[in-house]
């Protein structure tokens, strides 16, 4: 029994110096050599008392608990001091880009910029590493489909865009369109259409059409009870679509496609709601 507490005493101290000093054999092989010579439990723990080692061991853990007090209380102030100054940050940067975005909002409203305009514009700042929307829908706010803003008093209308590419892109990749020039010219239809005897109802579609192609397609689709009251809005996404295309190509399967408008195809009335004219006569135009 009392070797037995010896040893559990040898090996206290031996794990003490471990700790503290990071030696072992060396200062183990005292440790032992000394604790051999003991007789009683009381003599390890007076020597453990009176040698350097007692002394060293209580302020070397006073000392390194202070230091990693202080150490810590530093540590904790300067994350928290990083993180104020990372929120602080943030907030700046996310107020001015609202700024930026308002005011790129207010000088695209202000001179009335194209649809293409504005997106060159934003895709311009992304490259520069500015946070802006990719498109100019996103940063002006407005709806995909514009039911609001094509809107007569008490007639319940509708728009849908669908696109011009989209369309093309779809021809294409059935192999239903000839690529043999490299070039995609497009025909484009204008006309009001009436669906119902008994009612107003009516559709003013865009449909296009490649040229020697039989597929037609729809670009864009407006229903009301009369024409859309403003053709410069009705015709805005197509006119900003035909813009990029023209500028840009089409790109497909690795190749760029150009793209040119051949001709918009409209009888006399949708010809001067399309020019903005108020008399027509019964004479069909293509311009």
């Excluded at 700790?19 to 200062?27: A, C, I, N």
């Excluded at 109802?201 to 009870?225: C, D, E, N």
């Excluded at 840009?248 to 399967?253: A, K, Q, R, S, Y």
């Amino acid at each position: 029994m009392e070797e037995s507490e010896k040893r559990k005493k040898r090996r206290k101290v031996q794990r003490l110096r471990e700790k503290l000093f990071g030696e072992k054999q060396p200062k183990v092989q005292v440790v032992e050599s000394a604790a051999a010579d003991l007789n009683t439990s009381q003599n390890l723990n007076n020597i453990f008392e009176q040698s350097d080692f007692g002394s060293t061991y209580s302020s070397s853990t006073d000392e390194s608990l202070h230091a990693l007090d202080t150490s810590f209380e530093t540590l904790s102030s300067d994350n928290d001091n990083n993180l104020t100054e990372i929120l602080f940050c943030d907030e700046n940067q996310l107020d001015d880009n609202s700024k930026l975005q308002s005011n790129l909002r207010n000088v695209a409203t202000k001179y009335r910029l194209s649809r293409g305009c504005v997106n060159d514009l934003l895709s311009a700042l992304i490259d520069y590493g500015v946070e802006v929307p990719k498109d100019s829908r996103t940063l002006l706010k407005t709806q995909r489909t514009i039911d609001d803003i094509i809107h007569n008093p008490g007639d319940e209308s509708s728009y849908r865009y669908f696109g011009i590419k989209n369309n093309l892109l779809l021809l294409l990749s059935e192999n239903l369109l000839d690529l043999s020039e490299n070039k995609l010219k497009l025909l484009v239809n204008i006309d009001g259409v009436p669906i119902s005897k008994s009612s107003k109802s009516q559709l003013w579609p865009i449909l296009g059409a490649v040229f020697r192609s039989k597929f037609v397609f729809p670009i864009a689709i407006y229903h009301g009870t009369s024409k859309p009251s403003s053709a410069e809005v009705f015709l805005s996404d197509f006119v900003d679509e035909v813009v990029d295309l023209v500028r840009n190509g089409i790109e497909f399967d690795g190749t760029i496609i150009i793209f040119e408008l051949k001709a918009i195809i409209c009888d006399a009335p949708a010809r001067a709601f399309v020019k903005c004219n108020s008399v027509h006569t019964k004479d069909v135009f293509r311009t």
